[in-house]
Every structure is written in structure tokens, then in C-alpha cells.
């Protein structure tokens, strides 16, 4: 069973930095597009960015030039490092997975932006 592990939310000042990671298990995590989105309370899930297993990456206009999607593949995991945060940018953050005969979730983490 895949399954998905957000980590390295939390609390952090306007203009600060924070690195989400994702870590996945039970699957070779290398054929598959990943990502990140984000959702906050009322509002759809959102794309914050994606790179693909041929390391092609794709970012929301509201993050391009703050955010950094990387992987690193024989870990298994995903990072977003997100620089210059606002408060637009607190939100729960989901880490995504896509393979050919599935897409999976991780459970979220909590990003907070407030001075």
C-alpha cells in the first residue's frame, strides 16, 4: 500500500523560509509526478507545484520565484522549499503522487504565517 508522509510544516514569520518534506513508502517512487497543493478552510485544493519523474517542474503563479520543488529519488521523498512566505501562503499543504494506475495523498501538513 502507498502511502504518503508530509512533514516540516508549522509557524513562521511573514518573509520567513520553511522546507516541507514527503516521504513515500510501499511503492518505487521514481515513475511518478509529484506535487504539492494546498487548501485552507472554505476553499478548493490548489496546485502549489508539481515536477515530474524526468525532473520537469511546474509552479502556481502565486509561488513562482518563493518555492522550490525538488525530489530526490533514492529516498523516496519530495520537498517544496518555500521562501519570502506570506500569510496567503498558510494553508494546509498536501503532498501528491501520480502514477499510471493510481494517485495518492499524504495526510497534509499545517503551515502558519503570522507575526
Known amino acids: 500500500q502507498v502511502q504518503l508522509v508530509e512533514s516540516g510544516g508549522g509557524m513562521v514569520q511573514p518573509g520567513g523560509s520553511l522546507r516541507l518534506s514527503c516521504a513515500a513508502s510501499g511503492t518505487i517512487f521514481s515513475s511518478a509526478t509529484t506535487g504539492w497543493y494546498r487548501q485552507t478552510p472554505g476553499k478548493q485544493r490548489e496546485l502549489v507545484a508539481t515536477i515530474t519523474s524526468g525532473g520537469t517542474t511546474n509552479y502556481a503563479d502565486a509561488v513562482k520565484g518563493r518555492f522550490t520543488i525538488s525530489r530526490d529519488n533514492a529516498k523516496n521523498t519530495v520537498y517544496l522549499q518555500m521562501s519570502s512566505l506570506q500569510s496567503e501562503d498558510a494553508a494546509v499543504y498536501y503532498c501528491?503522487?501520480?502514477?499510471?494506475?493510481?494517485?495518492?495523498w499524504g495526510q497534509g501538513t499545517q503551515v502558519t504565517v503570522s507575526s
Open positions: 501528491n503522487a501520480k502514477f499510471v494506475w493510481g494517485t495518492y
